[in-house]
């Protein structure tokens, strides 16, 4: 018996200082999803306003740009997809007392909050033209909530969460796939900064990481120019052959969804049994390498 379920990449364009404006944004994408029987969305990361931290200085105080959610200007998003049944991944910068994170809040079809992840691998990249720059190092802490599992009401389907740069680890998808993750959504707000061969990259990771752990990989991307960061948009859904089934453009708002069965990924680790061949005795050594070994 199939497991069937329509997921869905809430790409989106450019982002203003108008949260206001984005959050209705973010409910036409949801409306659209309504229509078409989406069962769940994720949405880029920091969903809810723009990519700010692309400097060494910010001019005024950072919490601006931080959050606590669901508050009073998601509300709205939220009532609509419980009036919808649509469960929702709503990726934001939080603040959680004097400490920040990169985050997602994962919502259930009935409205419940199921938990959060926080981005665990936190990247600081200077490229060699002046300005272009991720600072986010300076502004966000490493995630401490590890790789939890989350289960949906629509065929009790497993999910997990990354975060953009997440995918460049390999381990954390391990981690997921082995907890019994079949779908792993990875919102992103992935930049050219005018570099083709960068952008040529976008998706290929993706790809592997769907295909070395037999699951379905949901990766809405930033589209659009928004303060100067080209964005490569090209949402895509990915099977667990690591085919791209499904795959945005690169200029605006877009739903990006299709209809899936879960149990072609039960399938495809059947046929390939990679868990099966896995010698975490050898892999030891990796704690070695990194200083992490029993002394």
């Known amino acids: 018996m199939s497991r069937q379920i329509t997921v869905a990449a809430g790409q989106m364009g450019p982002n203003s200082d108008n949260r206001e404006e984005i959050v209705e944004r973010m409910i036409m994408l949801l409306n659209e999803g309504k229509q078409q029987g989406v069962n769940i969305i994720s949405y880029v990361e920091w969903s809810i306003s723009p990519f700010a931290f692309t400097t060494q200085v910010l001019y005024g105080p950072r919490e601006v740009f931080f959050d606590q959610i669901p508050n009073e200007l998601t509300k709205p ?5 419980k009036e919808y049944g ?11 007392g004097c400490h920040f994170f990169n985050s997602s ?7 419940e909050i199921l938990g959060k992840f926080r981005k665990n691998h936190i990247p600081l990249t200077i490229f060699q033209e002046s300005g272009k720059a991720t600072y986010e190092k300076l502004y966000f802490e ?8 989350f289960t949906l009401k629509t065929v009790k389907a497993k999910i997990g969460v990354q975060i953009c740069y997440d995918r460049r680890y390999p381990e954390g998808y391990r981690i997921l796939s082995l907890k019994g993750a079949e779908i792993v959504f990875n919102p ?14 976008w998706g290929r990771l993706l790809q ?19 303060r100067g960061r080209h964005n490569v948009g090209r949402s895509m859904i990915i099977n667990p052959n690591g085919d791209i089934i499904a795959e945005g453009k690169n200029d605006g708002d877009e739903l990006v969804f299709k209809t899936i069965d879960l149990d072609d990924g039960t399938n495809s680790r059947a046929q390939r049994p990679w868990t099966r061949d896995l010698r975490p005795d050898l892999y030891r050594e990796l704690f070695d390498l990194y200083g992490l070994g029993k002394h």
């Not at 649509?86 to 959680?96: F, K, N, S, T």
């Not at 990481?209 to 990989?217: D, M, P, Q, S, T």
């Open 208 to 226: 592997a990481r769907a295909l070395e752990n037999g699951i379905f990989v949901v990766a809405p991307n930033k589209a659009g120019t928004e």
């Open 77 to 81: 998003l939220f009532q609509k997809a």
């Open 86 to 96: 649509i469960a929702l991944i709503v990726p934001y910068a939080e603040q959680d």
């Open 142 to 149: 490493p995630g401490n909530l590890g790789h939890p599992i």
């Open 188 to 201: 992103t707000n992935f930049a050219t900064y005018e570099a083709k061969a960068r952008a040529n990259t």
């Open 105 to 111: 809040i994962i919502v259930n079809e009935e409205g």
